[in-house]
Every structure is written in C-alpha cells, then in structure tokens.
Nanobody, 119 residues
Framework: QVHLVESGGGLVQAGGSMRLSCAAS????????MGWYRQAPGKQRELVAG???????NYADSVKGRFTISRDNAKNTVNLQMNSLKPDDTALYYC?????????????WGQGTQVTVSS
C-alpha cells in the first residue's frame, strides 16, 4: 500500500507562484504514474498533470504553459510548480499514484492541500 503526503499549499495572489510536493511511502513494487488532481467547490475532481516513471507528462489544457510536473523516482516524490496562478486555480489539490503490487495496479490518494489564489 502507498501512503501519500502533500505539502506546499496556501494563499497566493494572482500572478504568483507556488510549489506543491508529494512524497510516497509504503510497500510496493513500483509506482507507475504520479499526478495531481484538483477539486473546486461544486465541481468534479479533475486531472491537473500526470507523469509516468519514464518521465512522460500530460497536462490539463487550462494549466499548459503555466504548471510543470516533475518526479524523482529514487525518492518517490512528485512536485507541481505552478506559475502565473489565477483565481480559477483555487481548489483542493490531491496527489495521486498508481502503483503495482503482485502484478496488480492500485490507486492511492493523498489527503489534499488547499491552494487559494486571490484576485
């Protein structure tokens, strides 16, 4: 099982930057994909960015060019650098991991970290 702990959320003004970090721990063979999702009040949870163990990335259209996801496979950490933040980026951000145990793939979620962007 994988335990995810996020850090780095808080309050920032529009146009500012913020960095989120997530560390994975536990018993697993490998973590295939790590990523960040977000959920704003009254909205569904959506994918923000994901990164595979090989370094392939994908981003939501709304954050392309502003957010950068990175990963350290040796440390089992994933980071999300968020630049040019907008009030619409305000949400609870969740770290996610897809990990393998015994040939099966399982999801794990962090507890979430709040990001608030003021106008």
């Amino acid at each position: 099982q994988v335990h995810l702990v996020e850090s780095g959320g808080g309050l920032v003004q529009a146009g500012g930057s913020m960095r989120l970090s997530c560390a994975a721990s536990g018993s697993f063979f490998s973590i295939n994909v790590m990523g960040w999702y977000r959920q704003a009040p009254g909205k569904q949870r959506e994918l923000v960015a994901g990164i595979t163990s090989g370094g392939s990335t994908n981003y939501a259209d709304s954050v392309k060019g502003r957010f950068t996801i990175s990963r350290d496979n040796a440390k089992n950490t994933v980071n999300l650098q968020m630049n040019s933040l907008k009030p619409d980026d305000t949400a609870l951000y969740y770290c996610n991991a897809l990990y393998t145990i015994g040939g099966a793939v399982f999801p794990s979620w962090g507890q979430g970290t709040q990001v608030t962007v003021s106008s």
